[in-house]
């Protein structure tokens, strides 16, 4: 076609308002713009962050998410045949631990597969980025042992999650290197605040901990709140760590010392190793970003001087 035919097209269709058919589109290059967006922690509020992230990402980049809910007891063959139905261009599985029965579908199908916030793998068949969750869980435990704590106690998310399994890792490591024994590992069920505050009430009523180390911020907040209920204040009675540093951390009633993931740094790097891998690109075995220390009030120097806030 000739340019000036072209522009004179151009010009007309954008006068009409004219949108281009993007199914019709995809007959044409067999691709349907549609990224499967899949994870098992919907009931998760540092999730909704994390989709929320997902999803303007895709869309800035053109792409548009179907979103699929793999918790509870939902059929891996299932989900797999309904991603093949709608054509994805490919998947990325936003959770730490998803079925290797749906992995293996993906893989078979040979639909690109980013796995994100997932465990580091050797020699995995598809991308991993995810935070360095065994650094992470060093850097709670040197925060800890720096602030004078030493009769420590763990509450971390589920015991299955490779996650969790990371995070008590390095955790246990720098404390062994201290010297220092952990009184008590107690596990939940769910990310969920009500696991969190239920935990929190049982470690209060066995050996007394002067700090506990939750696995995830929202464990954390029903932790604190389990203290307050208790009438123990947060942190001159009990000193409370998160991970993952959501929005809701910051809030004043909580004010939570956490051990920040790089959430929207793993989004970014998720979406473009699904771009590259879509237009046929190499990408690398995986990616792993560093976790850092966020200090605000929930613990605090032992001695009784509160500790100084280090901003955002």
Known sequence: MAPATREKILKASNALGYKPNVIARSLMTGRTELIGLVSNNFDNPAFMQIFDLFTRNLQDNGLRPLMVNLSGSVDSHEAVGMLRQYNVDGVIIASSTVSPDFLKGCLDARIPLVHAFGRSV?????????????????LAAQALI?????????????????????????????????????????????YSHDEGYRIMAELMRSEKAEAVFCGDDILAMGAVDACTAAGMSVPHDMGILGFNDISMAAWSSYNLSTIR????????????????????????????????????????????????????
């Open 122 to 138: 050797r020699n995995a068949p598809y991308p991993i980025v995810a935070a360095d969750n065994a650094q992470g869980g060093r």
């Open 146 to 190: 720096d602030h004078g704590y030493r009769r420590l106690s763990v509450l971390g998310g589920p015991e299955t999650a490779s996650s969790t399994r990371a995070r008590l890792k390095g955790f246990r490591e720098t404390l062994a290197e201290a010297g220092i024994a952990i009184l008590e590992e107690r596990f939940a069920d769910r």
């Open 261 to 312: 993931q790089p959430i929207a740094e793993i989004i970014v790097d998720a979406v473009q190793l699904m771009l590259s891998m879509i237009n046929g690109e190499k990408v690398g075995p995986q990616n792993m970003r560093k976790c850092e220390l966020v200090l605000r009030g929930s613990i605090r120097k032992v001695d009784g001087r509160p500790i100084s806030s280090v901003p955002d």
